[in-house]
């Protein structure tokens, strides 16, 4: 027999009953029932019910180490008893007499239990995160995890991809996010960087002439953490493709998601193709942000000029300043009480913004401060226009007219939720199209890009040369689920007179592209075909088919919100001899 195993502690079933066996694994549960013992013995695979009495020489030992002891066990299977089969449980219907135990490893006083799925506190889980990932829960999203990444990878390649790996260590890009920065040690005085995404090397790439590539690609930012962004490092499922349009990638990459968000929906749908596409203003308009998740039927709508001249002079006056007001639906709250209208409008001014304005609804009669102010007519005419029914309500967000639009998106989601709307069991796809190419950065009173300035503007050099810029649209595009965004895209922009141009615009000139982009300028020098593509985010597609809230619950190893790995200890001071090896200095930061 092998020295530690015959079967896992998922195999065993009523077939086996007779059998001499062993396994090995960890305590997971033990219940003393007054001279018989119960252990849950765990492995990776599943659980086995072992069962020691006054006849086996195993009882003691059993009875005297702690739970998550690593032990292996000689013993016997045996039916279970009749009322006591646990069909919950792959080997429910058998258990293991111990004959004969061996400690493996004895575990000391725990930091946090294994068995059961009590909440913890972040700063143990993280610490402790090996223990962390003996829970169930967070086990199987790991295993989830690598069952997407295989069948990605599977559904790409038989896409016509192929795979590269590109390098880690790179130049530093003046463009995205901030670097995290490598010193090199026969370089002094210069730095690597880690790479942000693999985009200049993606499209080296299709310059090159391969065609069709793809990566399970590693990128790093020095970015804040966030529910849905890990700090530090995260995976996106990264490709790129030549001689292709827009509608090129999204058929190609519609069936590879939809395919993998099939395999492992369970019980939930997946939305039908193709995906929706909506413009980028249309859905700032109707979603208030551009990341919609469309299982909340609630759309919000600019009702402006319904106040122009209006008895209600607040909205009157913001909309004659050129600012606007929106609306957002309330569906079937005639029997709400004015609580729950007060409670919206505090939560605004809690996130930050001036109020909430509502007006209520019940077979027909409109109430509140509003309605009453903007009259009958006025009110009936809103609710013509927003498709109201007799006890709907509507919540109005008014200022400028990002600010509004933002709160509208907000409070769309918050009603959403309040009121039961958004079905759980479903997963709605969208890609967002048309994104602007520049937008006017008020701070620097400059235009700038507003996405990827390395995406083809629509209407190319023209368009360049011909329209105002705040007007000029680009080959861009985001893929969204449930409102979270997957990835960002773009055909690329291939053609250096209008890459020149575009940079013009936003106030670089030839020269510094030359020098910041040298990599990609110098290849484009030499044929560069259409190209295009995107990144969609391993992380955040497990997250969303693991039903979690936070990111950190289906990767490996997280760091907390402040890039700090608790386990290892990163990130840590490291010795003089180092420092002087890469001709570094530290200089401490100022206490001001």
């Not at 907390?560 to 490291?574: T, W, Y």
Request: charged share 25%; hydrophobic share 40%.
């Amino acid at each position: 027999m092998h020295a530690y195993r015959s079967h896992t502690c998922a195999q065993l079933r009523a077939a086996d009953v007779g059998a001499a066996v062993r396994l090995s694994g960890w305590v997971h549960r033990k219940r003393d029932h007054g001279g018989v013992l119960f252990v849950d013995l765990r492995d990776h695979y599943g659980i086995t019910q072992i069962v020691a009495d006054a006849d086996s020489a195993a009882l003691p030992i059993l009875e005297s180490v702690r739970v998550e002891s690593v032990v292996t066990i000689d013993g016997v299977v045996k039916a279970r008893a009749e009322g006591t089969v646990n069909p919950g449980l792959a080997t429910g219907e058998i258990e293991v007499f111990a004959r004969e135990v061996s400690v493996q490893s004895a575990a000391q006083e725990l930091p946090l239990p294994v068995a059961g799925e009590a909440d913890y506190p972040e700063d143990i889980r993280l610490r402790y995160r090996f223990l962390d990932l003996r829970r169930e829960r967070i086990h199987a999203n790991i295993m989830l995890r690598s069952s997407v990444i295989a069948s990605i990878r599977k559904r790409m390649i038989d896409s016509g991809f192929t795979e590269f790996q590109t390098p880690i260590l790179t130049a530093s890009s003046p463009e995205g996010a901030r670097d995290y920065l490598v010193p090199s040690r026969v370089h002094p005085g210069k730095f690597y960087a880690l790479p942000q995404a693999p985009q200049m090397f993606k499209q080296l790439l299709m310059v090159a002439g391969f065609d069709r590539y793809f990566q399970i690609a590693p990128c790093f930012r020095d970015e804040d953490g966030r529910a849905d962004r890990s700090p530090g490092e995260f995976y996106q499922l990264d490709f790129e493709m030549s001689f292709v349009t827009q509608e090129d990638v999204f058929a190609t990459l519609e069936p590879v998601l939809h395919g993998v968000f099939e395999e492992f929906a369970g019980d939930r749908q997946v939305s039908a193709l193709p995906f929706r596409r909506i413009p980028y203003r249309e859905s700032m308009l109707r979603y208030g942000n551009d990341k919609p998740d469309l299982r909340n039927p609630i759309l919000i709508s600019d009702v402006s000029e319904h106040f122009v001249g209006s008895g209600f002079g607040r909205f009157a006056s913001i909309v004659e300043s050129g600012d606007v007001v929106r609306a957002i639906p309330a569906p079937g709250t005639a029997e709400k009480s004015r609580k729950f209208f007060d409670d919206m409008n505090a939560w605004a001014q809690s996130e930050g913004f001036a109020g909430l304005g509502y007006a209520t609804r019940k077979g027909g009669e409109f109430g509140g401060p509003i309605a009453k102010n903007h009259g009958e007519e006025g009110m009936a005419r809103i609710a013509e226009a927003l498709g109201l029914g007799p006890d709907d309500g509507v919540f109005f967000a008014a200022g400028k007219e990002a600010q509004a639009a933002r709160l509208a998106g907000l409070a769309r989601t918050r009603v959403g939720e309040q009121l039961g709307l958004i079905d759980p069991k479903r997963f709605e796809f969208c890609w967002i199209v048309d994104f602007p190419m520049f937008e006017y950065d008020e701070d620097n009173k400059k235009i700038d890009f507003s996405h990827n300035p390395f995406s083809m503007p629509q209407g190319e050099l023209e368009a360049l040369e011909t329209k105002d810029p705040l007007d000029i649209l680009a080959y861009q595009y985001d893929i969204v689920c449930n409102g979270v965004e997957l990835s960002s895209g773009a055909i690329r922009n291939h053609k250096l007179d209008v890459m020149y141009k575009a940079f013009e615009i936003a106030g670089y000139t030839r020269e510094e592209v030359d020098a910041n982009f040298s990599g990609m300028i110098n290849a484009f020098k030499y044929g560069a075909p259409p190209h295009g593509g995107s990144a969609p985010g391993i992380d955040r597609i497990v997250m969303l088919l693991a039903d979690e809230p936070n990111i950190r619950e289906v990767v490996l190893f997280p760091m907390n919100q402040k890039a700090e790995d608790l386990m290892m200890g990163a990130p840590s001071a490291v010795t003089a001899k180092q420092l002087r090896e890469l001709n570094i200095r530290i200089v401490e930061p100022s206490k001001h």
